[in-house]
């Protein structure tokens, strides 16, 4: 299985989901790939935000050496499932995608959880320490989740 976490920056909420989900996959004994990316180039080559990587390293997790990238076309084919961390993500990667998005490998990474309420991981960019931990939050019971039904047999 191959699972990408997309966000607009790439800096905040998808690095944070990349290394939550790793995190628990290895956890769990299961060989994934995981990798995350961002619909805007703003931050292309960064390593992720600060607080994001004080809060994954809180959680006993190291994000410091992911670095952003761009969601492209080629992705929607390269991966199995793919979770937006919000809605106005997932109206950019229509943009970016075009003929080739997918919608039963694309979906919103709260739809796990709350499906069909069209849930956002809430942008903590422009806050401050809390919302990150709210951030880690949301997305570490989605990840849970994710695992749970990926260990269920059948
Ligand atoms: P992210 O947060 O999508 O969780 O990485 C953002 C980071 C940067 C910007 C927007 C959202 N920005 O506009 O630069």
């Known amino acids: 299985m191959k699972v990408l976490m997309v966000c607009l920056g790439n800096i905040c909420r998808s690095p944070l989901a990349e290394g939550i989900l790793k995190q628990k996959l290895e956890r769990a004994g299961l060989d994934w790939q995981v990798d995350s990316a961002g619909t805007n180039g703003y931050h292309i080559g960064e390593n992720p935000h600060k607080l994001s ?7 006993g997790i190291d994000i410091s050496c992911q670095e952003c990238r761009l969601f492209t076309k ?3 084919k390269d991966f199995d499932s793919i979770y937006a961390m919000a809605v106005d993500v997932i109206e950019e990667m229509k943009w970016i995608a075009k ?4 919608s039963r490998k694309i979906h919103l990474l709260l739809d796990v959880l709350y499906p069909g309420e069209q849930k956002d991981i809430p942008d903590p960019w422009y806050g401050g320490e809390d919302g990150y931990h709210e951030v880690y939050k949301l ?10 039904e990926a260990l269920q047999p059948g």
Not at 139 to 148: F, L, N, R
């Open 53 to 59: 990587q004080k809060v994954a390293k809180h959680n």
């Open 74 to 76: 080629a992705d929607v």
């Open 99 to 102: 003929d080739k998005f997918d």
């Open 139 to 148: 997305i570490s019971t989605a990840c849970d989740k994710i695992v749970a």
